[in-house]
């Protein structure tokens, strides 16, 4: 399984299992357990590799009073402002529905990539669709008149700006498996295609057996080094523009490419390289 971390959740306690089986992965996609994948293959220097790069698009806004809105149009508009430019960039990429109210973009790789370089593609693509669309925020925007409504950033990304390596003994944060159950909703998530119309682009479901085919039939990529400076120009980005394609099982692509674990009781445990988890 490459090293990568297995484990779930029992009693808000990570336990690390030995493997990941044709049975967990069945449950995982009827809707009875809903696992989580980990960025990182492990702790320490070691181990600060990741197979693939996630982008989340969830555009929350908060009040003082706790109430929580989502605007979708706009969660819509960046997606395909997202997706736009990975097109340019020569990037192939699996769009999902996260069951809540956002969404989220997959990039597989085709071989263990240094967490590092998959922290710097990801940020300099969000740099990148904040140009063209200006619905982005990077970071939460506090506005109205007392200010207190928290328009909370919509465009984050797996793994985080400074996770290049996740601090020993911990897990670094993690994101539903696709086609798997939202805890808070309920609801199943699904891959999406984007449908051009006449007049506007629309996110249109595909069926478990299309989600499936996508999904088994993606291409994998190679992501350029970062850059030894801290704040770069993205352009090197674009010399990286055909990648090879390779056909595998979604069974191989799940024990083979993530880090997995059990959320039934998931407890959200804060920020600063504890273990987290986006909803």
């Known amino acids: 399984d490459g090293g990568y971390i297995h484990g779930e959740y029992v009693n808000d306690e990570f336990v690390k299992v030995n493997s990941i089986t044709d049975d967990i992965l069945l449950r995982h996609l009827s809707g009875e357990k809903t696992l989580l994948a980990f960025c990182h293959r492990g702790s320490g220097k070691e181990n600060a590799f990741v197979k693939w790069a996630c982008f989340d698009i969830d555009c929350k806004i908060k009040d003082d009073a706790g109430n929580e809105s989502w605007n979708d149009d706009e969660a819509r508009s960046i997606v395909f402002s997202l997706c736009e430019t990975l097109d340019k960039m020569n990037y192939t990429y699996v769009i999902e529905f996260s069951g809540g109210k956002g969404y989220h973009v997959w990039v597989f790789l085709d071989e263990d990539t240094p967490a590092k370089d998959a922290v710097y593609f990801l940020e ?26 928290r328009l909370e950033r919509n465009l984050e990304h797996f793994p985080k700006s400074g996770q290049d390596v996740v601090p020993e ?40 057996d299309k989600g499936i085919e996508l999904l088994t039939g993606v291409k994998q990529h190679k992501l350029p080094p970062a850059p030894e400076s801290t704040k770069v120009a993205v352009e090197p980005l674009k010399k990286f523009e055909k990648e090879q394609v390779q056909k595998v099982s979604l069974a191989d692509i799940i024990k083979d490419n993530v880090s997995i674990t059990d959320i039934d009781h998931y407890k959200f445990v804060g920020q600063g390289g504890k273990n987290t988890c986006p909803v």
Not at 126 to 149: F, H, Q
Not at 172 to 199: A, R, Y
Request: charged content about 25%; overall charge negative.
């Open 169 to 208: 003994g911990q897990v670094g944060s993690g994101v539903k498996l696709p086609l798997g159950k939202h805890q808070k909703t309920g609801n199943m998530t699904s891959f999406q295609e984007i449908i051009v119309g006449d007049d506007e682009k629309l996110l249109e479901p595909l069926s478990f």
């Open 124 to 149: 300099s693509t969000c740099d990148r669709v904040a140009e063209v669309n200006s619905s982005v925020r990077l970071e939460t925007v506090v506005t109205g008149a007392d200010k207190s409504i």
